[in-house]
């Protein structure tokens, strides 16, 4: 049998990955929604776009290292938020959020974490976190999780706007498996004074009554550009909003005066049919102009599609089941992928004959008609 540290294909991951967990957690995190046009679209468009690499140009001393606010991360390089990490492997978000920070990497904590973000927090120590927010429908609780984030000492506030309600998962439906219901992602819950009062919960409330109320509060039709606004004001911390598909909500953000934006479908979890991430990209990126940071995700398998995103617009590039496959095989899994990625991305930048990051453009890239 190869060694985990021998397994460098995402294809082999994700294999790997099947054969290490439960079919209903695999394709919890596998599958996208409806037919999953999306999720395919996300990771085959890539190739829409040839690298149309430089030659000659003295490659030997190159950095990879990015300015995010007041930020330096080691590479445009994050973790998006994954949810109900446990039901990969018990090392969950601690695990990742510790190998993320050893690389030196933003880990993006979700709403749904299966650790609380105080104790996910404490394990990225000075390295910069992001908290993700699924803004509650009630209003009480959705403050009180954002001035946690604050207190504990996260970076910005990640909110997830593509997600009124759940996207219309087929697989995890016809497996009847919600992770909510395995026991994972309660943790912010149960620890936040707000919503154990609003519900009358206690340590000893039964599990059921726990996800009961959970599943009563955590999403929210009603959000609105206005509220968005709002939250913003609740807070010193930047606000960043993900989901961003269409230009006009690029524009959108920046002059409701958030901080950033993620172009996002999910990973084609929420609206199958979607336009796939990095199709989306080039238009938002225009219209945001350089004012506001572009993040993106959605399909990032390797370096060179990390090397189009940038080229293309993005200033961050966020992966999320790449991560969450390598998890099946605990923090140090998450810790040889990164590695992986980082020396795939120093690798292209080289040959498409750059020495930094911020010198990709789309001169650098020729478009296939198709
Ligand atoms: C997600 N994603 C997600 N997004 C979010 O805002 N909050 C969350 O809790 C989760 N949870 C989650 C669980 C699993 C298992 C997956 C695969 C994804 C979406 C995630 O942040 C990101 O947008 C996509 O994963 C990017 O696509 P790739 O990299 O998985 O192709």
Redesign the pocket.
């Known amino acids: 049998m190869t060694s985990f540290a021998h397994i460098t294909r995402a294809e082999d991951l994700e294999n790997e990955a099947r054969s290490r967990m439960t079919p209903g957690a695999f394709e ?2 596998r599958s996208g929604s409806g037919k999953e046009e999306t999720a395919r679209r ?1 990771q085959t468009a890539f190739s829409r776009w040839d690298l149309l690499p430089r030659m000659l140009r003295d490659v030997s001393e190159r950095s990879l290292e990015t300015r995010l606010w007041n930020l330096t991360l080691r590479a445009p390089l994050a973790l ?4 109900f990490q446990t039901v990969i492997h018990p090392d969950g978000e601690m695990g990742a959020a510790r190998a993320a920070a050893d690389m030196g990497l933003p880990f993006t904590a ?3 974490s299966s650790y609380s973000m105080e104790d996910i927090q404490s394990a990225t120590g000075c390295a910069p976190s992001l908290f ?1 927010l ?1 803004w509650p429908s009630d209003d009480e609780v959705a403050v009180s999780f954002v001035r946690r984030a604050e207190v504990c000492g996260y970076d910005a506030v990640v909110v ?1 706007v593509d997600t009124p309600l759940l996207g219309y998962r087929e697989q995890d439906l016809k497996n009847r498996y919600f992770p909510l219901a395995e026991g994972a992602g309660m943790a912010n819950f149960k620890t936040d004074p707000v919503f154990r009062e609003r519900f009358g919960l206690a340590d000893s409330s039964s599990q059921t009554d726990w996800q009961e109320a959970i599943g009563e509060v955590l999403l929210n039709t009603t959000l609105t550009w206005e509220r968005i606004k709002w939250l913003k004001e609740q807070t010193r911390l930047p606000v960043v909003v ?1 989901g961003i598909l269409h230009p006009e909500d690029g524009r959108f953000a920046v002059e409701h005066g958030l901080d950033g934006i993620v172009v ?1 479908n ?2 084609g ?1 929420q609206l199958d049919g979607a336009i796939s991430s990095i199709e989306a990209l080039p238009a938002v990126a225009d219209a945001v102009n350089g004012r506001i940071p572009v993040f993106f ?4 398998r390797r370096g060179s599609d990390i090397i189009k995103a940038l080229a293309l617009g993005a200033d961050v590039v966020s ?4 991560y ?1 496959y390598a998890l099946t095989h605990g923090e140090a899994g998450v810790r040889q992928v990164l590695e992986n990625l980082l020396t795939d991305l120093d690798v292209s930048l080289a040959l498409t004959g750059c020495t930094s990051v911020s010198a990709l453009n789309e001169s650098l890239l020729k478009e296939k008609q198709i």
């Open positions: 919890y995190v996300n998006a938020p994954v949810g979700s709403t749904v993700q699924y997830t993900k996002s999910h990973g979890r995700d959605g399909g990032v992966i999320g089941r790449l969450a």
